[in-house]
């Protein structure tokens, strides 16, 4: 038996539309946006700059480097943005 756990085609995995990174469905609807968990984080939260609830600055500086910790990644996310 393999733990080798892969993942399975067409059942709810598909590529990171900001990232690339492969993932799978959540049940937060990712699926609908086709992004992963830290990608989705980073969209809702550049709303916040779009909304200018937070600036650009605050987005980049310090919401970002903490998803970064928080989902344990280190792309640069917020060229995307
Ligand atoms: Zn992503």
Redesign the pocket.
């Known amino acids: 038996m393999s733990d080798n756990r892969r993942f399975r085609r067409g059942s709810g995995v598909f590529k ?6 492969l ?1 799978r469905e959540t049940g937060r609807s990712n699926s609908f946006v086709e ?6 984080e ?1 969209s809702e939260q550049y709303n916040l700059v779009q909304d200018e609830v937070i600036s650009y600055d605050e987005f980049k500086n310090k919401v970002i480097p903490n998803l970064k910790k928080q989902y344990n ?1 280190s ?1 640069d ?1 917020e060229k995307f943005f």
Not at 16 to 21: A, F, I, P, T
């Open positions: 990171c539309s900001l990232c690339g990174k993932t992004m992963c968990p830290f990608c989705m980073a990644r792309d996310v």
